[in-house]
């Protein structure tokens, strides 16, 4: 399956001086701030970024980061009242030969993982594949696409709630009973009917019975399946104070149209009366600050601010972004 890239070669863009300060300076990558050391990095250099919500493996030169469980978190300095995300390395930090090539995707050769999220435990898995990629969070984050929003200033961008829930997809081949799937972000459930949050989710929304109808309305597709948020009573604590679980769709896909977060997927999944994650606005020509300061808005599902925001234009190009606010309360 995809994985997000979380590093990646990049060139120092800026570099901003902090007022009265004589220590450390603001390094600009893509549309990222990462508070330095003063006089570390020059404009124009060639270094590694390595985003937020990464795991570092335990080695030279994360070794600073043994503190913090080598996880890499949006950190608000009080004293600058600035916000920092993410670090950059040399290449010559590293022992072995990195690529020159900006954005060159560096995870895999760094052995660096993403964050675990929630997941259910005590689930057994069994050797199948889906027809597409599944995986929830693979979205590139809007600071690492500053040329994507500039280029799509004249499309429309629907601006979709991102959740703090927990990640399932459902999918369901037309030949059958037999050949309905459940998969969370660690694989394909090895059966469907045993007890868990999401068979009795599945259940109490009548899913098996809805996708039955979503191949019912497209002859041509062979399966179909939607890659849900599950959120409310019992899930993450709660994030959102509701009184029940909730399921919400993010996106549509089948074997037509492997890629619908926008307008197509919330039509086709609302017809069969499945509720598809709340919609802020439907707007063109936003900056990318706009967009960021978009995301720390208050949740529409309940109670509390919001995990942050998916764009998805025309093109069904999508971009998440991230809440500050939101980061900055993560333990």
């Not at 996708?211 to 002859?219: A, D, P």
């Amino acid at each position: 399956m995809e994985t997000k890239t979380l590093a990646h070669v990049e060139i120092i863009q800026h570099i901003v001086p902090i007022k009265d300060n004589k220590s450390v300076e603001i390094a600009q990558i893509l549309g990222w701030n990462v508070i330095t050391k003063k006089g570390k990095y020059r404009v124009g250099e060639v270094i590694v970024y390595i985003e937020v919500d990464s795991e570092l493996p335990n080695r030279k030169p994360f070794m600073f980061m043994k503190n913090k469980d080598f996880e890499v978190k949006t950190i608000y300095l009080k004293q600058l009242r600035m916000i920092s995300q993410g670090l950059i390395f040399k290449l010559s930090d590293f022992e072995e030969e990195l690529p020159t090539t900006i954005g060159s995707d560096l995870t895999n050769v760094l052995g660096i993982k993403r964050i675990e999220d929630c997941h259910v435990s005590g689930l057994e898995y069994q050797e199948f594949t889906l027809p597409y990629d599944n995986k929830r969070d693979t979205l590139t984050r809007i600071q690492s696409a500053p040329g994507l929003i500039a280029e799509g200033k004249s499309k429309n961008w629907s601006i979709t709630e991102k959740l703090d829930g927990l990640y399932v997809t459902y999918i369901l081949y037309r030949n059958g009973f037999k050949r309905f799937y459940i998969a969370d972000q660690k694989g394909v459930l090895k059966t469907w009917r045993k007890n868990s949050v999401y068979k009795d989710v599945a259940k109490e929304n009548c899913v098996h019975w809805r996708l039955r109808k979503l191949l019912r309305q497209n002859k041509k597709a062979k399966w179909v399946a939607i890659q849900c948020e599950i959120v409310g009573k019992g899930i993450k604590e709660n994030f959102y104070e509701l009184d029940k679980k909730r399921l919400f769709v993010f996106k549509y896909v089948d074997n037509t149209c492997l890629e619908s977060c926008c307008q197509k997927g919330k039509d086709s999944v609302e017809k069969v009366n499945l509720t598809w994650v709340p919609t802020i606005a439907i707007t063109k020509g936003l900056e990318i600050e706009e967009f960021i300061a978009a995301a720390d808005g208050d949740s529409l599902v309940g109670n509390g601010i919001r995990k942050g925001i998916v764009l998805c234009n025309d093109d069904d190009i999508s971009i998440e972004v991230i809440s500050n606010k939101y980061l900055l309360n993560q333990k």
